[in-house]
Nanobody
Framework: QVQLVESGGGLVQAGGSLRLSCAAS????????LGWFRQAPGKEREFVAA????????VYADSVKGRFTISRVNAKNTVYLQMNSLKPEDTAVYYC?????????????????WGQGTQVTVSS
C-alpha cells in the first residue's frame, strides 16, 4: 500500500479553477492505478476520475467530463486533478485513491489506499 496526502483545495468562485495534488509514498507508485473521489455534505462519496499506471488510460465521471483533467508524474510520486469551470455543485471534500491492481478497483471505489481529503468550496 501507499500513503496519500492531498493538497490544493480551497475557496473559489464559480467559473474558476483549482489544481489538486496528491503525493504518495512508496517505491512502487508508478505501478498503481490512481483516482479522485469526492463527498459533499449529506451525500455519498462519488467517483470523479481515474488514471492508469502509465497515464495512457483515463476515466471520468460524466459530471466532470470536459472540465476536469487527471494526470500523474511518476517521477514525483504525484497525481493531479486540474479542475476548470468550477460549479457550486463541485463543492465537496476530494479524496485521492490508489490501488496496485490498477484502475478497476479505483473506479469501483474499492481502492486499498485513501488520503485524508482536501476541501473544495465553490461559491456562486
Amino acid at each position: 500500500q501507499v500513503q496519500l496526502v492531498e493538497s490544493g483545495g480551497g475557496l473559489v468562485q464559480a467559473g474558476g479553477s483549482l489544481r489538486l495534488s496528491c503525493a504518495a509514498s512508496g517505491r512502487t507508485f508508478s505501478s498503481y492505478g490512481l483516482g479522485w473521489f469526492r463527498q459533499a455534505p449529506g451525500k455519498e462519496r462519488e467517483f470523479v476520475a481515474a488514471i492508469s499506471w502509465s497515464g495512457g488510460r483515463t476515466v471520468y465521471a460524466d459530471s466532470v467530463k470536459g472540465r476536469f483533467t487527471i494526470s500523474r508524474v511518476n517521477a514525483k510520486n504525484t497525481v493531479y486533478l486540474q479542475m476548470n469551470s468550477l460549479k457550486p455543485e463541485d463543492t465537496a471534500v476530494y479524496y485521492c485513491a490508489a490501488d496496485a491492481a490498477g484502475t478497476t478497483p479505483v473506479v469501483s471505489g474499492n481502492a486499498r489506499s485513501w488520503g485524508q481529503g482536501t476541501q473544495v468550496t465553490v461559491s456562486s
